[in-house]
């Protein structure tokens, strides 16, 4: 019973700051690398932000010095810290696993983010 539930989103102003969170379940979360998705209407889902099970990060050139991904395996949970918020970052924004894995099939609600002031 793999879960993956986001929450944290919100509506902010353009520059604000939001912290994303995921809780994780029904795997042993600290072997995979997982990620940051978001999806917009009429969008493909994109990978905005991923890390390895050893802590290495990777950014999409839009967010690099904006976005911080993070993760506490003894937590069982992956951050998404959002600074310097842009409109055109609105999205619902998901994780999960950053690689192609049995994780795929699992996707949960997403958290919306709305940047508009």
């Known amino acids: 019973q793999v879960q993956l539930v986001e929450s944290g989103g919100g509506l902010v102003q353009p520059g604000g700051s939001l912290r994303l969170s995921c809780a994780a379940s029904g795997f042993i979360f600290r072997l995979y690398d997982m990620g940051w998705y978001r999806q917009a209407p009429g969008k493909q889902r994109e990978l905005v932000a991923a890390i390895t099970k050893d802590g290495s990060t990777a950014y999409v050139n839009f967010v690099k010095g904006r976005f911080a991904i993070s993760r506490d395996n003894a937590k069982n949970t992956l951050y998404l810290q959002m600074n310097s918020l842009k409109p055109e970052d609105t999205s619902v924004y998901y994780c999960?696993?950053?690689?192609?894995?049995?994780?795929?099939?699992?996707w949960g609600q997403g958290t919306q983010v709305t940047v508009s002031s």
């Open positions: 999960n696993a950053a690689l192609s894995s049995t994780l795929g099939s699992y």
